[in-house]
């Protein structure tokens, strides 16, 4: 697919997504959120996804008047569209992706970039980003998974702190909530980033996928429907030729050379 608000980067069993719109600090109109499900529909044989974005911000929310879809004050219609048609459908791939996604917040993410962001594994920031749920301000709610990825964040009283009050949460308070796994040096971001993205590239694919799901079962679910899925879970696991690999690295006192098989 022939891409145009993103760059897409495969490099071996890493693909990099890079929102492109800095002129706009990544603003994301709706053929940004359909090309982010693409790539994330066309992983092929990747094994982890970082995404970040270009120049001085993340994403600085949704961009409904670049496809003609009207803005969120005038036409709660058209953000309604937008939502079911656009955002939502590329924050739903990337939750449910097989692989692990390493978001690196490089400035502001905000609105649906903030959702974005949350939707990775790992979400690294550099210490001048911030996260921001400004709705309230213009008498809207956050949307996006928002309000799902926060309130099981962060809990209760952060998440409406952050909702109904509006605040910019900063990278260091982010990673002291637990909001984010890490705040790093604005120059130190990229790198780190990409190091925890190529580990996780070469770990056991077929066990982090399942990991995501049984995570993901734990947040809904009852502890016995996770006592299911983590047993049925680790039969796959146990099938894999990573698995076969990591018993016999353990055994020879090696480092496992997983093939995501």
């Known amino acids: 697919m022939r891409y145009e608000t993103i760059i897409v980067e495969n490099e071996g069993p ?7 719109r800095p002129d706009r600090l ?3 109109p709706p053929q940004m959120a359909d090309e982010i499900g693409s790539a994330f529909y066309d992983l092929g044989d990747a094994r982890a996804v970082l995404i970040t974005g270009a120049g001085k911000g993340f994403c600085s929310g949704a961009d409904l008047s670049a496809r003609g879809e009207g803005s969120a004050l ?3 219609g058209g953000s309604h569209r937008a939502l079911q048609n656009h955002y939502n459908p590329a924050i739903s791939q990337i939750l449910r992706a097989p692989v692990p996604v390493v978001c690196a917040v490089n400035g502001p993410a905000a609105g649906i970039g903030c959702s974005l962001a949350l939707a990775g594994d790992f979400v690294l920031a550099g210490r001048s980003a911030y996260f921001l749920q400004a709705f309230v301000n213009i008498g809207l709610v ?3 998974g928002s309000t799902w990825l926060l309130s099981r964040a962060i ?3 952060r998440a409406t702190r952050m909702m109904m009050l509006g605040e910019k949460i900063g990278a260091e308070q982010a990673e002291d909530w637990g909001l984010i796994y890490k705040a790093v040096d604005d120059d130190a971001l990229m790198a780190e980033a990409r190091g925890l993205a190529e580990r996780l590239a070469n770990g056991p694919t077929v066990a982090y996928a399942t990991m995501k799901a049984n995570i993901a079962a734990a947040l809904d679910g009852t502890v016995n429907q996770v006592l299911l899925a983590e047993a049925e879970g680790q039969r796959r696991a146990a099938a894999t030729q990573d698995a076969m690999e990591g018993g016999m690295a353990f055994l020879q006192k090696r480092k496992p050379a997983f093939k995501g098989e």
Not at 14 to 20: A, F, G, R
């Open 14 to 20: 890493l693909v990099t997504i890079t929102l492109n």
């Open 26 to 28: 990544n603003a994301m």
């Open 74 to 76: 005038q036409a709660s």
């Open 142 to 144: 956050p949307d996006g």
């Open 155 to 157: 809990g209760r009283a």
